[in-house]
């Protein structure tokens, strides 16, 4: 059972810095393709970053040059490295991973079949 769970939100003020991690179990975890999403209230869920099986990146443009996705096999953990935040980076941020079957669109949510619950990032101006 595919297991994704995140943690690294939390307060900061604009032009800060936060690092998120998704802690990824029950797979195996090089082959698939994975990615960041975040949701703000009323809004739909969008992508933000995402990385396939041979590390190719994809960002969302509004998070181009701030943003970094990065992984590691040996630990089964994906990162999000967030710098010059800004209060419109506020919201939930999800993990997602994709079975390898599935077609990489890194960015599209319905790439994806596995979630994670979500951590708060809220950036204060």
């Known amino acids: 059972q595919v297991q994704l769970v995140e943690s690294g939100g939390g307060s900061v003020q604009a032009g800060g810095s936060l690092r998120l991690s998704c802690a990824a179990s029950?797979?195996?975890?090089?082959?698939?393709?994975m990615g960041w999403f975040r949701q703000a209230p009323g809004k739909e869920r969008e992508g933000v970053a995402g990385i396939d099986s041979s590390g190719a990146t994809s960002y969302a443009d509004p998070v181009k040059g701030r943003f970094t996705i990065f992984k590691d096999n040996a630990k089964n953990t994906l990162y999000l490295q967030m710098n010059s935040l800004k209060p419109e980076d506020n919201g939930m941020y999800y993990c997602a991973a994709a079975s390898p079957a599935r077609i990489c669109a890194r960015l599209s949510k319905f790439t994806y079949n596995y979630w994670g619950q979500g951590t708060q990032v809220t950036v204060s101006s």
């Open positions: 029950g797979y195996t975890y090089s082959r698939y393709c």
